[in-house]
């Protein structure tokens, strides 16, 4: 759990941490807008070196960012091989013949062993993967003596599939190191006291923004003790022979629920006693609160905001163009 | 046998200052027979944290800790079958919340032999003898845990272990939320289960009053490190208890501050409320 990074916040200092959230907020989204109307491939390249700039300018560490980046690498890896075989328009680029006889599988079940147990030992889960894969291309292109167990078949790669390919893939690039800028910088109750201001205009049409800014600030804040609560109650059930990397499937599923049960149930306790906590320090819903801290529209953030429109408004240029 | 710490310590992954050690060095050993043990220390001290050690619920950071011949490490070992450690040394949470989840009494009681591979019958039949131990008739059995007051509660999560019929058995603050009589209930029992049983018997008090009276032994655990570890009564005959955040027993402290106000020569050193009254009577103030 610990390792993702996506939504967490990391106390730091730099230009970034010092905007104003609602700022942030606009900036990213306008940002992002601008990214989903760059049509061309060059012009997307250069928003992701904007974003990049970003990071240094915000004196981010990129690893971190790219640490948070792997859970969604997979989803990354998976948009782009999907484009590449699925997409079949434009001029053939690549076209090999690909062959699977007895010794591909055998090598290839070879090359699956191997990868599984460096992933064991080695740290570098990632290239081994990335090695695995072409290793696997390597044997159904190369190895064709041996039974066929299937007819030669084509791989294919097509202009505007990789083209597509590409295209996505920067462009969620893109996003995600925008939104993890976003998160890695503001905490979570500057976020949702930012988006509260931002949605405040909203009332007029019903929507309370400050009680939904509220049950986002009290979830977040009940995460991390959610777990706590978790970890003990699956010490007390282990301490009552349940422990949960031990037993059969069936014994599981009872040990399941002998989570679930106490989980719910402080919870609801948890909830009740911070209900009456609130009130006793007359909290009222719907009422007017003021605030510790307000939020401060600076120069900075005015630069900004200015900034981000400059680039939406490019980008509609561009478009129009 | 029994339980054997040799040199553990265990850090707590901590935000502002990386690691926190709750434990260090630990060195102790505890016999499986025969022995009452009090566990003290002020909040925060690692009292906890070396209960759950003693059942493998967590593991060392460093050292390592022999229980009934199991080596346990920092490192989960294949060999070792913890869940069979459980069964032999039972450990009770301060909270009851934390593991009662069934529909009724009974069925939670039998939770726990459940696990451990034995029949139904045999199981309700520990469930209602465990109950009746802890001091709870048999019309409770039908009922919800969750109906319960919190002392109901308590006894109910403590039958939960003693039905697993553990050779060790560890209780965190058991008496904490009890009322007086509750709590004597309670220490009576485990005094008796100690004795006809010969269970050893490991139990988490804040209680001065009680670990005079029914322990004959204490550990004393001071910011992780073990400071003390025999009779309770060479415990409150040392002079730096205060330091440690600890309280002297309620008889010596009256007896001492008589002594102290009156310029007697009582002696202060008595267990029970009875025998400071006689102690009292024959310095020749009643």
Not at chain 1, 84 to 92: H, K
Not at chain 1, 154 to 167: D, H, I, P
Not at chain 2, 55 to 76: H, M, V
Not at chain 2, 219 to 246: A, C, M, Q, T, W
Request: no cysteine; charged share 20%; net charge positive.
């Amino acid at each position: 759990m610990k390792s993702v990074i996506i939504g967490q916040y990391i106390p730091g200092k730099g230009l970034f941490y010092r905007l104003d959230p609602r700022t942030k907020i606009i900036a990213v989204l306008l940002i992002m807008i601008a990214v989903f109307l760059l049509e061309s491939i060059t012009h997307l390249l250069i928003g992701f070196g904007i974003a990049f700039m970003l990071l240094i300018i915000g004196r981010i560490s990129v690893i971190k960012v790219i640490k948070g980046l792997k859970p969604i690498m997979i989803l990354l890896i998976f948009t782009f091989i999907f484009q590449i075989i699925l997409n079949r328009e434009g001029e053939m680029i690549v076209n090999h013949e690909m062959y699977l006889t007895l010794y591909t599988a055998l090598f290839l079940v070879l090359a699956f062993v191997v990868w599984r147990v460096l992933v064991k030992f080695t740290r570098f889960r990632f290239t081994m993967f990335f090695l695995f894969v072409a290793g696997v291309y390597l044997i159904l292109r190369y190895v064709d003596f041996g039974y066929q167990l299937l007819s030669p078949f084509n791989f294919q790669v097509y202009e505007a599939g990789l083209r597509m390919s590409a295209f996505v893939v920067i462009r969620l690039l893109i996003i995600i190191t925008l939104s993890t800028v976003l998160t890695l910088t503001t905490k979570p109750t500057n976020l949702t006291q930012g988006l509260e201001k931002l949605m405040h205009p909203l009332k007029k049409i019903g929507f309370n923004s400050e009680d939904f800014a509220l049950i986002i600030s009290i979830s977040l804040r009940y995460i991390p003790t959610i777990f706590d609560e978790a970890n003990k109650i699956m010490l007390a059930q282990a301490s009552r022979g349940a422990d949960f990397s031990e037993g059969k499937l069936k014994d599981k599923l009872k040990q399941v629920i002998s989570l679930l049960v106490p989980m719910f149930i402080i919870a609801f306790m948890r909830s009740e006693e911070l209900a009456n906590a609130m009130e006793s320090r007359n909290f009222v819903p719907g009422n007017k609160r003021t605030r510790i801290n307000e939020l401060i529209f600076s120069y900075r953030d005015v630069i900004a905001t200015a900034f981000s429109v400059l680039v939406l408004a490019l980008a509609i240029v561009l478009k129009v163009i | 046998m029994g339980i054997r710490f040799n040199q553990v310590s265990y850090e707590y992954p901590s935000f502002a200052e990386g690691l926190y050690s709750a434990i260090r060095n630990i060195n102790l050993e505890i016999t499986e027979k025969n022995e009452f043990i009090a566990l003290v220390g002020h909040t925060g001290s690692g009292k906890s944290t070396l209960a759950k050690h003693m059942n493998a619920l967590i593991f060392p950071t460093s050292g390592s800790l022999e229980i009934y011949g199991n080596i346990i490490t920092a490192k989960r070992n294949r060999k070792v079958k913890y869940n069979s450690i459980r069964k032999k040394v039972g450990l009770v949470f301060q909270f009851p919340e934390y593991q009662l989840f069934e529909e009724t009494v009974e069925k939670d009681i039998m939770f726990g032999p459940m696990n451990f591979k034995i029949t139904q019958e045999e199981a309700k039949k520990k469930a209602k003898e465990a109950l009746n131990l802890v001091g709870l008739d048999d019309s409770y059995l039908s009922r919800n845990p969750y109906n319960l007051s919190g002392g109901e509660k308590k006894r109910v999560s403590i039958a939960g272990i003693l039905a697993m019929d553990p050779d060790i058995l560890i209780l965190d603050e058991p008496t904490s939320g009890l009322d007086p009589a509750g709590r004597r209930v309670l220490m009576n029992l485990f005094q008796d289960i100690n004795k006809k049983t010969g269970k050893t018997i490991v139990i988490i008090t804040h209680d001065m009053d009680l670990v005079y009276q029914y322990f004959n032994r204490v550990l004393v655990l001071n910011d992780g490190n073990l400071i003390f570890d025999g009779e309770p009564e060479k415990l409150f005959r040392s002079e730096d208890l205060i330091k440690y955040h600890l309280d002297y027993p309620n008889t010596i402290k009256v007896l001492s501050h008589l002594n102290k106000e009156l310029h007697l020569n009582l002696n202060i050193y008595q267990k029970t409320l009875e025998e400071a009254l006689e102690e009292i009577k024959r310095g020749g103030l009643l």
